[in-house]
């Protein structure tokens, strides 16, 4: 399966790749078998499932007694698991009985001996049928913990949505206090330093379009129906495998849109980038190392096998990549043809704030046709000077099938893409009612930036419940 590994690497400053130390008194490990984690993850129609396989070569417990609930947990070998249901990203830490907080997540803790802590969830109950339940076991080689939480119990995310998610391993190597918590992204507490957990797979419905010039910059009025996909720090998953792992806030970033005619699929990407390089693969290359300079990269699972891998079978699916000086690979999705009239096609251009790209890839060579769902990902690779430091990516992990979104060849659209109906907002006796003209789906996100969707039943004057939590509102 798919899984995130915060490992030690000599090489980093803070000697931690994928995770690093938090901020204070925390000791450096002494080597690989002193902590490192793997974080797995998974969902069915009523729980979020979370092990942690934790490799500690010293296990202590002398603080909370085991079974016990609301203890010293930090000071003992634990696991602690962080939730901002909403993705509400509040910036202060904000545990002690704010609803907007602990009815959407807060914090679940289990340590090596089975105590408990939820008193920062707000305590929602702690069992085998309550609303969550951890348990660990030892290994040869340290601990495994368990987690299951009901969705209900931080905020009921639906399949797509994004939620704030951090996981923390205390490590105690001498009684009386834990040495080092090693998190896996941000701080603490603090919900917009959390990385992002998706609740199941993403998919995008790709409108029946008119013909883009594929001439390396985004025309607006050539994907003015497509609804615009915005990839950042906030609203994408990362793989790290080389590089650094620590980048600002608004380092990278972009916006895609996708269309298809009778002939291909487009794919136009408005990167922003404060530093462009391409020092690794030579200008108009092919088939070079472009994954180590400023890149995009999109991958197609055309027969949607979901394989642990890629497809070195099917005809064209696969990788399809380009630089901003115009090196191109196409070697992991078999040697398609390259050219406008060819099995694929894409161009670039510069901009004031990074640059832009386009792709063409057409149907006959994915062996697709409309009407067509395909596995579907979207990566942006980030040089700085030393290589890729990082890969952003819409759904899922490079070239492993089964973890990519989906994307639907639907039919032309008919309400304008982007555009939207004017809402207007009342309020009476406590609620808000929504009215809107004509036949669009309202629908709801955390965020501006998204993720939206769908409210369920809703036509034009809708009731909404008034609440704490933040929500956005269109009508598409």
């Not at 993705?87 to 679940?108: A, C, H, L, M």
């Not at 109950?125 to 030892?138: M, Q, R, S, V």
């Not at 990167?271 to 020092?279: G, K, L, M, S, V």
């Not at 200008?283 to 055309?302: M, P």
């Amino acid at each position: 399966g798919n899984y995130w590994r915060v490992s030690y690497d000599e090489n980093l400053e803070d000697l931690f790749r994928g995770g690093g130390p938090v901020d204070g008194p925390s000791e450096l490990p002494f080597d690989a078998n002193d902590l490192e984690y793997n974080i797995y993850t998974g969902v069915d129609d009523e729980n979020l499932y979370i092990a942690i396989e934790v490799k500690d070569d010293w296990i202590e417990t002398d603080s909370a007694e085991a079974g016990s609930e609301n203890g010293q947990t930090w000071l003992d070998d634990s696991v602690e698991i962080f939730i901002d249901g909403d993705n509400s990203n509040f910036e202060e830490r904000s545990t002690d009985g704010n609803p907007e907080v602990i009815d959407t997540g807060g914090q679940f803790v289990i340590t090596a001996n089975n105590a408990y802590r939820q008193a920062e969830a707000g305590n929602p109950g702690y069992g085998p049928n309550d609303a969550w339940y951890a348990l660990t076991e030892f290994t040869d080689t340290g601990y495994v913990a368990e987690f299951r939480i009901s969705l209900d119990a931080i905020g009921n995310p639906q399949p797509g949505d994004v939620i704030g998610f951090n996981v923390g391993v205390n490590d105690d190597d001498t009684s009386g206090g834990s040495n080092r918590q090693v998190l896996w992204s941000g701080a603490t507490h603090i919900e917009s330093t959390y990385g992002n957990l998706f609740i199941g797979g993403r998919t995008y419905t790709a409108p029946k379009s008119s013909t883009p010039t594929i001439d390396g910059v985004v025309n607006a009025a050539e994907y003015e129906s497509a609804t615009a996909v915005v990839l950042n720090s906030h609203t994408g998953s990362y793989h790290i495998g080389v590089g650094n792992d620590e980048w600002e806030d608004g380092d990278h970033s972009l916006t895609a849109w996708i269309v298809h005619d009778d002939e291909a699929i487009y794919v136009g990407i408005d990167a922003i980038d404060d530093q462009i390089y391409t020092d690794s693969a030579e200008a108009g290359s092919e088939d070079g190392q472009t994954w180590i300079d400023d890149s995009i990269e999109i991958f197609f699972d055309a027969d949607e096998s979901d394989l642990a891998g890629r497809d070195t079978e099917k005809q064209f699916e696969g990788q399809y990549v380009l630089t901003p000086n115009g090196a191109r690979r196409d070697n992991e999705a078999n040697n398609p043809s390259f050219g406008a009239s060819a099995d694929w096609f894409a161009a670039t251009a510069g901009t004031d704030e990074g640059y832009q790209m386009e792709f063409k890839i057409t149907k006959a060579s994915l062996g697709i046709a409309d009407g067509a769902s395909v596995g579907f990902n979207i990566a942006m690779n980030d040089d700085d000077g030393a290589g890729r430091k990082s890969q952003l990516n819409w759904n899922g992990s490079p070239h492993n099938e089964f973890t990519y979104g989906v994307l639907v060849l639907g039919p032309a659209s008919t309400d304008g893409g982007d555009s939207a109906a004017d809402v207007s907002i009342s309020t009476a006796d406590g609620v808000i009612v929504l009215t809107w003209e004509g036949n669009g789906t309202l629908q709801s996100a955390p965020a501006v930036t998204g993720p939206w969707s769908a409210v369920d039943d809703a036509a034009s004057g809708v009731v909404i419940e008034a609440s704490a939590s933040q929500a956005f509102y269109r009508v598409r």
